[in-house]
RNA sequence: GGACCUGUGGUGCAGCUUGGAGUGCACGCCGGCCUGUCAAGCCGGAGGCCGCGGGUUCAAAUCCCGUCAGGUCCGCCA
């Protein structure tokens, strides 16, 4: 049916008689004996002249036969690989009509349209070149993981999808049982568990580009389903488990942006706190916070005499009037501040002086601490936020993250790898530690005997991957020793006969050879969202949900039938009839 | 569960602050003209529950209340 495709056709092509096949993109009539179609197959568009009229609309389908010949002199379209060439005397072949579309798809007029239309319109969606662009990219990205990781002796194994509950963690999506009325499989947040069993069965390097699913709220980066390169290796350090990563990441960054001198640093979590406020810094900027707290100590400055006292150069400061600072203040406080202060530098050296709400406040000295601690220059604005560490940094870092992103031009693509996570986050309300990642996550050795003392101070063996100020995924040691994880569940406050109601099935299978391991899972939809240059990862979903969890095509979820109801025991009550929309 | 932004012919927008005939722009669609365009051009035309419901008013796209939908965010996402 089709000798080529629309983007292959160039000045090689002289002389042939060809065939294309795809979708008309524009039409330019020019009387009755001569018209211009563009027609556009999933390589790119191809002109295509014809000297009879006839009725032709956007987005029919079409096989245009005709032979290739050059452009006449001054017509040649630099803009499309097929520019310098068309196809003469073209015979139409009509394969299919179409409705008018409900939005451009191509011109100038792309890309604009209301994401409800888009959404339930996708298949044309999906007809747009960004789309095309971003989804073979996706494919792209998969493909370079599969090679790195089969290079490194990774095999791909296919885990469960209908699972069984685990009552910790996400929100878990229920799947009723036909054969076992009234009793639910769920679908797999991630495959952790049943990777783990690979390894104490022997596979001892298994990866997975797998379907996830959790019932949270969504958000930009967040879908019910979402895809992770899952990845488990035996007799491994946390060292080679980053490795067998780096190299497929930078593989696939490779093959979708061409970038290959692609760095992949290493900070601390503790570092990553202190120097940028969040546990996923974006690097494409520095702007990093100092502590002065030290310096204030006793200074009689009440506002600065604080536990903590973090400060840096607000980025964009030549942008920030006074009313934006006053927005800042604002800001700080709304996540959380007891307030905030800035201070714009004047002067240098012996001119030095600073213009601020308590500028009277501090003599030249303290000026000088601030100036020189956060090195900024004449022109910059330092903001300060005081109180307890956690808090100091949370917000510092948000208006770190906000103000970056606002006012610089941030490009290219930093990469991070954060280590040392603690093993706990905090304590909940029987006072017990929560976990940070999964009960499963190997300590520190050097911190174990805090375990019980000190439970928050011990660093677990965990990483994650952060691309931009995204996290793009984490992963562990994980624990293999009996007593290890018995004292885990310990800290954390899980009975014996807890830990064997949730887990027992992986708790008995360490008890038949369980080999140390450990692995990692990111997130192939933020990746591909980041190398897209995209905001939103339903940029590079062919189906996405909304934010309420519809599909606007299908109208999925809806009501089933009492008859399928019927068949799996269960009957439906719900206090809110359903949405139909308006 | 909460906060904010948005909803006007098929699409994108303006109009809303300060109520006065659905008035305008661009694109698409339909018809006509047109032999080198590529966002073709020129002429003409059709197309509207101003998301939905209620309220205020002589009068509501505009003001008020509620509601639905889309988006962004908080909570949530071991």
Redesign the pocket.
Known sequence: MRTDYAAGLDMKDLGRTVSACGWVQ?V???????V?I?LRDATGTV?C?I?E?MEL??EWVLRVTGVVRA??V????A??PS?EI?I?DAVVEILSQAQ?????IS???DG??????R?KYRFVDLRRSRLQRNLRARAQINSAIRSSLEESGFLEIETPLLWTP?P????EFAVPSRLQPGKFYVLP??P??AKQLLMVSGFDRYYQIARCM?D???????QFEFTQLDLEASFVTQQDVRNFITKAVANATAVVTGETNLDFPTITHREAISRYGSDKPDLRFDHSIVELSESFKGSGIRAFDQPSLGAFVAPGSAQLTRSKLDELVDRAKSLGAAGLVWMRVKGQGETLSVDSPIGKLLDGGQVATIVEATSAKEGDVVLLVSGEFGLVRSVLGTLRVELGRRYLELSGLKYLWVIDFPMF?GLDEQGNP??????FTMPNPDDIDMMQSEPLSVRAQSYDLVLNGWELGSGSIRINDPTVQAGVFTALGISDEEAEARFGFLLNAFNYGAPPHGGFAFGIDRLAALLCGE??I?EVIAFP????G?D?MTGAPKAVSNSILGSYGLTVKVD?PM????
Do not use: Y
């Open positions: 524009s330019r009539e020019h009387g009755d004996h001569l211009f563009d002109q002249v000297t009229r609309h956007l452009r006449p001054g017509t040649v379209n803009a499309i520019g068309e003469a008018p579309i409900p939005f451009a011109g100038h007029r604009n349209t209301d994401e409800l239309v959404l685990t910790e963690g996400a929100r947040q991630s952790q568990i959790r949270e709220d969504l958000r930009s980066d967040r986050e929560i976990a940070a990642h999964h009960p905001e939103t339903r949900k909304t934010q309420s519809m606007m809110k949405s139909t929309g308006s």
